[in-house]
């Protein structure tokens, strides 16, 4: 079993790169998806990249040899187009004509820039850019360049990713009112004889069979050149370079029924005798019921990314700034690091800051997953979007902008969404080539009918070519994975569990055995000092003076608990210098001139220092399930310190169900074999590695792997990072070090391990619905393609009509997005104890 992705180099790692995501419009199924991939790749400089047909969106790497412009190029060349997004900038030194006409240059000379309008008046510029590929960086480098100065970027992302979901299934729904208005007169022309007897006789008495078929003809072409123009527009050019896609089966099988109907109506006698018919019906029904298919498939395709517009909609949009004394209402975007903001009762966190004055109770359970309110005071950290309760409170801001909590969990999770698992690249083989291959079955399905079907040949030909044609277009096998992962990231965000790469979600499905952290995970990392016994002839006092002092310059759970109980009995903690941390080890320094060093047993071996007068103190101490640590002075044994820290209230449980799930546990910690034993015992965990350094870590993981196979690592501390590397998935508590987080690839916002069994059963829970909707897609595409080519007929049953093609063709997709929003009810959210505010950072690009 390979490492993790978080093992490699990271793309910031080769000089120049960036990683950069834009949303694509005009994708509408798989072979799409990899027409604008290949397009991509294409590109000098250009990796790992990835287009999600469900997001709508496209990432990748890219080098510095390629200006990002040319993305937006290279996806209009393959059939597609890069959605325009408007930033307004403020430019300061405008003084006439000929000012703006210079900034509207040197903006529209940017690569990916559609246009540049600059307002002297208002002293603004509107730049109309590529989505995503045109940074405001870039367009106030521009202003600069021709001798103006830019203020701050004033607006505006539009139209958001939700904004386009929503405008899109308003323009299916428009479409679809008028193809079905269109098209239901032809339905009653042409089938209204099957349903009442006598009708087409009574209709023949009043108009004539001319007259009736030119009425079909004109609504047809109303149909088709109207709400069906989408399809021709789309799938024609993308035909003519050889790239076709669903568009263009849709195109060939609305417009050859369309085009045989109207050579029917107009010129009968082009065709041979007896197979002028009228298949309007056909043509207009196709494109009605796809376009019914499409707008039901964009409904729930908005519904799949709700939990990242839920996220976006928790930032108030304003807030109360303290300035000058007065309290001022100011848009969010304007708040400034330093700012002091006012938080009324009820009223949403407007930014990640620190408490400084007031107090109240605030529910984030959007960060962390848990509903228990967090007791804020002065000095207490806030994260924006949050619901204030009851009281008021005044904060200090600290991050704004991108650098906030909440946007950096929004792109934690758009990343998840837009990856493509390694189970996509079988689609991906198979979409590549499946429309060329249905384009070639449903002519051989034409020729054969031609050549051996019973008159008039040409009419069934035409009919059963076209629903082969419509029948097999790829858009369920598109959708399967990358709408069940959108709803399972989303998911999991809302219970508290970020999956930083979608890889993660399959990889940890497969996971066989979890090892576990034992301080800050399976402990509450908040110890306490608990036992104190000096060596004869030293001063407790003076011991734990000289101790706190030292480990006071550590981040360490344990040296806060000595530092924290020397401050608690009002111990004045020294100046110290020549201060050296070793990892699994310990620590010393030089207090007042003298040498001081706190550490494990095998600290004190390493410095040649005797513990064996405090050995049997310490044996029991760890019996108790204390962490026991010795303090030396001028190389002299001082004391032994006994520090306890307690287990996470549902540790146990948390551990009991991950073994009920058929997964082994194991416990990899650099403490005390005694404590990490005694701790173990308490939760039920058999397999015990202690006394490991971080490097030992590593190898605790692939002597797991090599035991159970693929294993995932859940810890907090920094000397966790190359475990969590190492391990096939790396599961990261988000209130630990940020190190911890970069090196994951899935965050437990609070620290509850119960969010461990939270990602296990998504995991589980998605893999089984891509599973699901593949099967549906794969299944469904083999079973009917041979029907639609007329293989019933051989044993005496029935031909499938060119409509029903398409209805079952419309069923299929809004089937595999309905079965991925089952996942929306994956489980009811966790009950657990509360927890503070999350600590992320995102993983370099």
């Not at 291959?437 to 035409?462: C, D, K, N, Q, R």
């Not at 060596?535 to 530092?563: F, T, Y």
């Not at 990892?583 to 494990?600: L, N, S």
């Amino acid at each position: 079993m390979s490492p993790s992705p978080a093992s490699q180099p990271p793309p910031a790692a080769i000089p120049g790169a960036r990683t950069l995501g834009f949303p694509v419009s005009g994708l509408s199924c798989a072979s799409c998806v990899g027409r604008v991939e290949r397009a991509l790749l294409a590109l000098p400089g250009a990796r790992d990249v990835a287009v999600n047909l469900a997001a709508g969106r496209a990432s990748l790497t890219l080098g510095a040899e390629t200006a990002p412009g040319a993305l937006a190029e290279a996806v209009a060349a393959a059939g597609y187009a890069v959605p325009e997004a408007e930033t307004v900038l403020r430019v300061e030194g405008l003084s006439c004509a000929s000012c703006v006409g210079r900034v509207e240059r040197a903006l529209a000379a940017i690569p990916g820039v559609a246009g540049a309008s600059v307002n002297l008046a208002t002293a603004e510029a509107r730049v109309r850019h590529a989505e995503g590929l045109v940074g405001a960086a870039d367009l106030v480098a521009a202003v600069e360049a021709a001798g103006y100065a830019a203020g701050s970027v004033a607006a505006s992302e539009a139209p958001a990713a939700a904004d386009r979901n929503e405008a899109e299934a308003a323009g299916l729904r428009r479409d679809l009112r008028a193809a079905a208005l269109l098209s239901l007169p032809i339905v009653v022309l042409d089938m209204g004889g099957h349903l009442v007897p006598g009708f087409h006789h009574a209709l023949a008495g009043l108009v004539a069979e001319r007259t009736l078929a030119l009425v079909q003809a004109a609504l047809a072409t109303l149909v088709l050149a109207g709400p069906g123009r989408r399809f021709f527009a789309r799938g024609v050019p993308g035909l003519m370079r050889g790239h076709p896609d669903m568009n263009a089966l849709v195109a060939l099988g609305a417009g050859a029924a369309y085009l045989y109907s109207l050579v029917s109506a107009l010129a009968p006698n082009l065709l041979p005798a007896g197979s002028a018919h009228l298949y309007f019906e056909a043509g207009v029904l196709i494109v009605t019921l796809i376009l019914l298919g499409r707008f039901l498939e964009a409904r729930a395709k908005g519904r799949t990314g709700q939990a990242i517009a839920r996220l976006l909609g928790l930032a108030p949009k304003t807030t109360r700034v303290l300035r000058d004394g007065a309290e001022t209402e100011v848009p969010l975007d304007a708040l400034r690091v330093g700012d002091i903001v006012r938080v009324r009762p009820g009223e949403r966190v407007a930014a990640d800051g620190t408490v400084v004055a007031g107090a109240s109770f605030v529910d984030e359970s959007m960060v962390t997953g848990e509903p228990a309110p967090v007791r804020k005071a002065p000095g207490a950290a806030t994260v924006g979007g949050t619901l204030n309760g009851s009281g008021g409170f005044d904060l200090r801001v600290e991050r704004v902008g991108a650098d906030t909590a909440l946007a950096q969990i929004v792109r934690m999770v758009q990343a998840a969404q837009g990856a493509k698992l390694p189970i996509q690249a079988l689609v991906d083989r198979v979409t590549g080539r499946f429309v060329p291959a249905v384009m070639a079955i449903s002519a051989a399905t034409f020729l054969a009918w031609l050549a051996l079907g019973p008159e008039p040949a040409l009419g069934h030909a035409l009919v059963n070519a076209i629903a082969v044609l419509i029948i097999a277009c790829p858009c369920a096998m598109g959708l399967a994975t990358p709408t069940s992962i959108m709803v399972g990231t989303g998911r999991a965000a809302e219970r508290g569990v970020l999956f930083r790469n979608g890889t993660a979600l399959q990889a940890l499905r497969g996971v066989r055995a979890i090892a576990l952290d034992k301080t800050g995970t399976l402990t509450e990392g908040r110890p306490r000092l608990t036992d104190l016994v000096p060596a004869p002839g030293m001063d407790e006092a003076e011991v734990l003076a000289l101790a706190a002092s030292v480990e006071a310059r550590s981040e360490h759970p344990v040296a806060e608990a000595i530092a924290a109980a020397a401050r608690e009995r009002g111990l004045a903690l020294a100046a110290v210098e020549d201060f050296e941390a070793v990892p699994g080890h310990g620590v010393a320094g030089r207090v007042g001139g003298r040498r001081v060093a706190v550490g494990a047993g095998r600290y004190m071996e390493r410095l040649g220092i005797g513990t064996q007068a405090l050995a049997a103190e310490a044996e029991r101490l760890a019996q108790a399930g204390a962490s026991p640590l010795y303090a030396a002075v001028d190389g002299r044994l001082a004391a032994l310190v006994a520090v306890a820290d307690p287990v996470k209230a549902g540790a146990a449980e948390a551990v009991a169900a991950v073994r009920a799930r058929g997964v082994a546990v194991a416990m990899v910690t650099g403490d005390d074999r005694r404590t990490a034993e005694g701790v173990a015992r308490l939760l039920g965990i058999a397999e015990v590695a202690a006394e490991v350094l971080p490097a030992g870590k590593v190898e605790a993981m692939q002597r797991l792997r090599a035991a159970h196979g693929a294993v995932a690592f859940v810890g907090d501390g920094i000397n966790d990072a190359p475990a969590l590397a190492e391990a096939d998935v790396g599961i990261a508590i988000g209130t630990g070090t940020d190190i911890a987080v970069e090196s994951a690839d899935v965050v437990l916002m609070s620290g509850d391990l119960g969010g461990l069994v939270t990602a296990l059963d998504l995991s589980r829970a998605v893999m089984r619905n891509i599973r699901q909707n593949l099967f549906w897609a794969f299944a469904y595409n083999a079973a009917l393609i041979p029907v639609a080519a007329g293989a019933l007929t051989l044993f005496g049953g029935p031909a499938l009509s060119p409509v029903l093609a398409a209805g079952a063709m419309a069923l299929s997709s809004v089937f595999v997005v309905g079965n991925a929003l089952r996942l929306r009810r994956s489980g009811p959210r966790r009950p657990g104890p509360p927890a503070g505010g999350a600590r992320l950072v995102e993983r370099p690009a």
